[in-house]
Protein backbone atom coordinates (compact mmCIF):
# COMPACT_ATOMS: atom_id res chain seq x y z
CA UNK A 1 0.00 0.00 0.00
CA UNK A 2 1.58 3.49 -0.96
CA UNK A 3 1.22 6.53 1.22
CA UNK A 4 -1.58 8.34 -0.26
CA UNK A 5 -3.58 5.13 0.21
CA UNK A 6 -2.85 5.12 3.41
CA UNK A 7 -3.98 8.36 4.15
CA UNK A 8 -7.80 7.58 2.57
CA UNK A 9 -10.96 6.76 4.22
CA UNK A 10 -10.90 3.63 2.51
CA UNK A 11 -12.49 0.74 4.46
CA UNK A 12 -9.10 -0.65 5.90
CA UNK A 13 -7.67 2.88 6.43
CA UNK A 14 -5.38 3.28 9.24
CA UNK A 15 -7.52 5.57 10.51
CA UNK A 16 -9.67 3.69 12.12
CA UNK A 17 -7.53 1.89 13.92
CA UNK A 18 -4.75 4.44 14.96
CA UNK A 19 -6.50 7.75 15.04
CA UNK A 20 -10.44 6.72 15.88
CA UNK A 21 -10.21 9.94 17.38
CA UNK A 22 -9.21 11.77 14.69
CA UNK A 23 -11.77 10.02 12.68
CA UNK A 24 -14.44 11.43 15.16
CA UNK A 25 -13.49 14.53 14.60
CA UNK A 26 -14.11 14.44 11.42
CA UNK A 27 -17.60 12.19 11.21
CA UNK A 28 -18.94 15.15 14.19
CA UNK A 29 -18.08 18.26 12.38
CA UNK A 30 -19.42 16.18 8.96
CA UNK A 31 -23.46 17.24 8.45
CA UNK A 32 -23.77 19.44 11.09
CA UNK A 33 -27.11 20.25 10.18
CA UNK A 34 -28.11 16.82 10.79
CA UNK A 35 -30.30 16.85 8.16
CA UNK A 36 -29.33 12.91 6.85
CA UNK A 37 -30.67 12.05 10.40
CA UNK A 38 -33.95 14.46 9.47
CA UNK A 39 -34.05 12.29 6.36
CA UNK A 40 -34.05 8.66 8.39
CA UNK A 41 -35.95 9.14 11.22
CA UNK A 42 -38.92 9.37 9.86
CA UNK A 43 -37.96 5.55 8.14
CA UNK A 44 -36.46 4.02 10.96
CA UNK A 45 -39.13 4.71 13.86
CA UNK A 46 -40.00 1.67 16.27
CA UNK A 47 -37.41 -0.18 13.89
CA UNK A 48 -35.13 -2.85 14.55
CA UNK A 49 -32.08 -1.18 12.96
CA UNK A 50 -28.55 -2.25 11.78
CA UNK A 51 -26.02 -0.02 11.13
CA UNK A 52 -23.55 -1.29 9.07
CA UNK A 53 -19.61 0.54 9.28
CA UNK A 54 -21.47 2.30 11.98
CA UNK A 55 -17.61 3.73 13.24
CA UNK A 56 -17.31 6.28 15.85
CA UNK A 57 -21.53 5.92 16.48
CA UNK A 58 -22.37 9.51 14.45
CA UNK A 59 -25.81 8.19 14.35
CA UNK A 60 -26.55 5.87 17.33
CA UNK A 61 -27.18 8.70 20.35
CA UNK A 62 -29.54 10.54 18.11
CA UNK A 63 -31.62 7.52 16.43
CA UNK A 64 -31.37 4.58 19.39
CA UNK A 65 -34.00 6.26 21.13
CA UNK A 66 -36.48 6.18 18.19
CA UNK A 67 -35.96 2.53 17.35
CA UNK A 68 -36.64 -0.57 18.95
CA UNK A 69 -33.51 -2.24 18.42
CA UNK A 70 -30.08 -1.13 17.54
CA UNK A 71 -27.10 -2.67 16.55
CA UNK A 72 -24.30 -1.19 15.67
CA UNK A 73 -21.64 -3.41 13.36
CA UNK A 74 -17.93 -2.25 12.73
CA UNK A 75 -14.67 -4.45 11.79
CA UNK A 76 -12.96 -1.83 13.59
CA UNK A 77 -12.52 -2.30 18.13
CA UNK A 78 -10.99 0.99 18.59
CA UNK A 79 -14.03 2.81 16.16
CA UNK A 80 -16.44 0.75 18.22
CA UNK A 81 -15.42 1.70 21.29
CA UNK A 82 -15.95 5.60 21.14
CA UNK A 83 -19.17 4.52 19.64
CA UNK A 84 -20.13 2.88 22.98
CA UNK A 85 -18.83 5.53 25.01
CA UNK A 86 -21.25 7.88 23.39
CA UNK A 87 -25.04 6.35 25.19
CA UNK A 88 -26.09 4.65 27.37
CA UNK A 89 -26.52 1.35 25.74
CA UNK A 90 -30.20 0.90 26.22
CA UNK A 91 -31.77 -1.13 23.12
CA UNK A 92 -28.37 -1.21 21.55
CA UNK A 93 -25.87 -4.04 20.96
CA UNK A 94 -22.09 -4.12 19.76
CA UNK A 95 -21.09 -6.24 16.85
CA UNK A 96 -17.45 -6.20 15.59
CA UNK A 97 -17.02 -8.59 12.90
CA UNK A 98 -16.51 -7.87 8.88
CA UNK A 99 -19.80 -7.07 7.32
CA UNK A 100 -19.27 -9.91 4.85
CA UNK A 101 -19.93 -12.23 7.77
CA UNK A 102 -21.94 -10.05 10.68
CA UNK A 103 -23.80 -13.52 12.25
CA UNK A 104 -26.88 -11.97 12.54
CA UNK A 105 -30.03 -14.50 12.11
CA UNK A 106 -31.24 -13.92 8.22
CA UNK A 107 -35.22 -12.19 7.91
CA UNK A 108 -34.08 -10.73 11.26
CA UNK A 109 -33.70 -7.03 10.88
CA UNK A 110 -36.00 -4.05 9.34
CA UNK A 111 -34.17 -1.49 8.41
CA UNK A 112 -30.42 -1.21 7.43
CA UNK A 113 -28.46 2.28 7.03
CA UNK A 114 -24.66 2.21 5.78
CA UNK A 115 -23.15 5.28 5.98
CA UNK A 116 -19.74 6.09 3.41
CA UNK A 117 -19.09 2.15 3.82
CA UNK A 118 -19.97 0.40 0.58
CA UNK A 119 -18.17 3.35 -1.52
CA UNK A 120 -14.84 3.07 0.80
CA UNK A 121 -14.93 -0.17 0.15
CA UNK A 122 -12.48 -0.80 -2.97
CA UNK A 123 -12.36 -4.44 -3.31
CA UNK A 124 -15.30 -5.49 -5.46
CA UNK A 125 -15.83 -8.53 -4.50
CA UNK A 126 -15.76 -7.70 -0.86
CA UNK A 127 -18.08 -4.48 -1.67
CA UNK A 128 -20.98 -7.33 -3.20
CA UNK A 129 -20.36 -9.40 -0.47
CA UNK A 130 -21.35 -6.87 2.20
CA UNK A 131 -24.20 -5.69 0.13
CA UNK A 132 -25.39 -9.36 -0.18
CA UNK A 133 -25.11 -10.25 3.82
CA UNK A 134 -26.48 -7.21 4.85
CA UNK A 135 -29.48 -7.93 2.52
CA UNK A 136 -29.31 -11.39 4.13
CA UNK A 137 -30.79 -10.30 7.32
CA UNK A 138 -33.08 -7.81 6.32
CA UNK A 139 -36.55 -9.08 6.58
CA UNK A 140 -39.66 -8.72 3.63
CA UNK A 141 -39.70 -5.78 2.35
CA UNK A 142 -36.63 -4.10 4.35
CA UNK A 143 -34.87 -1.19 3.51
CA UNK A 144 -31.11 -0.41 3.32
CA UNK A 145 -30.67 3.53 3.13
CA UNK A 146 -27.08 4.16 1.89
CA UNK A 147 -25.10 7.56 2.22
CA UNK A 148 -22.75 8.80 0.12
CA UNK A 149 -20.78 11.50 -1.27
CA UNK A 150 -22.85 13.88 -4.01
CA UNK A 151 -20.63 15.34 -6.94
CA UNK A 152 -20.17 19.10 -7.46
CA UNK A 153 -19.27 20.21 -4.16
CA UNK A 154 -16.94 21.80 -2.28
CA UNK A 155 -15.58 18.80 -0.59
CA UNK A 156 -15.31 16.71 -3.84
CA UNK A 157 -13.16 18.98 -5.03
CA UNK A 158 -10.63 19.35 -1.80
CA UNK A 159 -10.39 15.76 -1.73
CA UNK A 160 -10.11 14.89 -5.59
CA UNK A 161 -6.84 13.76 -6.56
CA UNK A 162 -7.23 12.88 -10.03
CA UNK A 163 -9.53 15.79 -11.91
CA UNK A 164 -10.84 13.11 -14.21
CA UNK A 165 -11.66 10.25 -11.95
CA UNK A 166 -14.80 10.76 -9.30
CA UNK A 167 -15.19 7.74 -6.79
CA UNK A 168 -18.33 9.49 -6.22
CA UNK A 169 -19.41 9.39 -9.90
CA UNK A 170 -18.25 5.27 -9.58
CA UNK A 171 -20.17 4.48 -6.06
CA UNK A 172 -23.39 6.13 -7.79
CA UNK A 173 -22.94 3.79 -10.85
CA UNK A 174 -22.03 0.80 -8.87
CA UNK A 175 -25.30 1.64 -6.67
CA UNK A 176 -27.61 2.17 -8.97
CA UNK A 177 -26.45 -1.07 -10.95
CA UNK A 178 -27.40 -2.99 -7.96
CA UNK A 179 -30.73 -1.34 -8.06
CA UNK A 180 -30.55 1.46 -5.35
CA UNK A 181 -32.45 4.44 -6.11
CA UNK A 182 -31.29 7.72 -4.92
CA UNK A 183 -33.76 9.16 -2.82
CA UNK A 184 -32.76 12.73 -1.93
CA UNK A 185 -29.58 15.26 -2.61
CA UNK A 186 -29.04 17.00 0.71
CA UNK A 187 -27.15 20.13 0.78
CA UNK A 188 -25.68 20.53 3.71
CA UNK A 189 -21.61 21.15 5.19
CA UNK A 190 -18.87 20.69 7.91
CA UNK A 191 -17.97 22.52 10.82
CA UNK A 192 -14.84 22.15 12.34
CA UNK A 193 -14.36 23.94 15.49
CA UNK A 194 -11.51 26.14 13.81
CA UNK A 195 -9.76 26.37 10.44
CA UNK A 196 -6.68 24.81 12.43
CA UNK A 197 -8.78 21.44 13.56
CA UNK A 198 -10.71 21.46 10.06
CA UNK A 199 -6.87 21.51 8.30
CA UNK A 200 -5.40 18.77 11.09
CA UNK A 201 -7.95 16.35 9.87
CA UNK A 202 -7.29 16.49 6.67
CA UNK A 203 -3.61 16.43 7.26
CA UNK A 204 -4.48 13.23 8.94
CA UNK A 205 -6.62 11.80 6.61
CA UNK A 206 -5.33 12.70 3.19
CA UNK A 207 -2.17 14.60 3.60
CA UNK A 208 -0.48 18.19 3.30
CA UNK A 209 -1.36 18.42 -0.31
CA UNK A 210 -5.15 18.00 0.61
CA UNK A 211 -5.40 19.89 3.64
CA UNK A 212 -3.52 23.05 2.30
CA UNK A 213 -6.77 23.12 -0.01
CA UNK A 214 -9.07 23.65 3.06
CA UNK A 215 -9.45 27.75 3.77
CA UNK A 216 -12.27 27.80 5.84
CA UNK A 217 -13.68 25.60 8.97
CA UNK A 218 -16.70 24.88 6.76
CA UNK A 219 -16.39 23.24 3.74
CA UNK A 220 -20.18 22.89 1.55
CA UNK A 221 -21.09 19.19 1.19
CA UNK A 222 -23.72 17.44 -0.84
CA UNK A 223 -24.76 14.21 0.16
CA UNK A 224 -26.37 11.59 -1.86
CA UNK A 225 -29.09 8.82 -0.05
CA UNK A 226 -30.19 6.19 -2.17
CA UNK A 227 -32.48 3.08 -0.50
CA UNK A 228 -32.71 -0.41 -1.98
CA UNK A 229 -36.03 -2.39 -0.68
CA UNK A 230 -35.60 -5.96 -0.22
CA UNK A 231 -38.38 -8.16 -1.72
C1 LIG B 1 -16.00 6.24 6.38
S1 LIG B 1 -16.29 5.33 7.85
C2 LIG B 1 -18.03 5.63 8.12
C3 LIG B 1 -18.43 5.50 9.55
C4 LIG B 1 -19.86 5.90 9.90
N1 LIG B 1 -20.82 5.10 9.16
C5 LIG B 1 -20.07 7.37 9.64
O1 LIG B 1 -20.97 7.74 8.86
O2 LIG B 1 -19.36 8.19 10.27
C6 LIG B 1 -16.27 3.64 7.35
C7 LIG B 1 -16.43 2.67 8.54
O3 LIG B 1 -16.77 1.39 8.01
C8 LIG B 1 -15.99 0.40 8.65
N2 LIG B 1 -15.84 -0.68 7.67
C9 LIG B 1 -15.31 -0.62 6.45
N3 LIG B 1 -15.36 -1.81 5.83
C10 LIG B 1 -15.97 -2.65 6.70
C11 LIG B 1 -16.33 -4.03 6.65
N4 LIG B 1 -16.06 -4.76 5.59
N5 LIG B 1 -16.92 -4.56 7.73
C12 LIG B 1 -17.19 -3.82 8.84
N6 LIG B 1 -16.87 -2.52 8.94
C13 LIG B 1 -16.28 -1.94 7.89
C14 LIG B 1 -14.67 1.09 9.00
O4 LIG B 1 -14.01 0.43 10.07
C15 LIG B 1 -15.17 2.49 9.36
O5 LIG B 1 -15.48 2.60 10.74
Same mark, same amino acid.
Given at each position: MNNQQTHKLESNSKIYYEQ? *?? #? *??????? +? #??GLVVDFLK? /??? +??? /?? +? %??????? #? %?? %? /??? /? %??EYICLDQSKTQLEIAKNKTNKDKISYIQASAEKNGLNSNSVDVAIATWVLGSILDIDQQLAVLKETERVLKENGSIYVAENDGGCEFEEIIRREPNISTTKQTKDWLEEKGFVKVSSIDTYFEFNSLKDAQDVFYNIWGSEISKRVQSEKIAHKIAIYEKKVI
Open positions: S *NM #Y *NIFSQAE +D #YKP /LIL +DKK /LL +D %VGCGTGK #Y %VS %V /LAP /L %VS
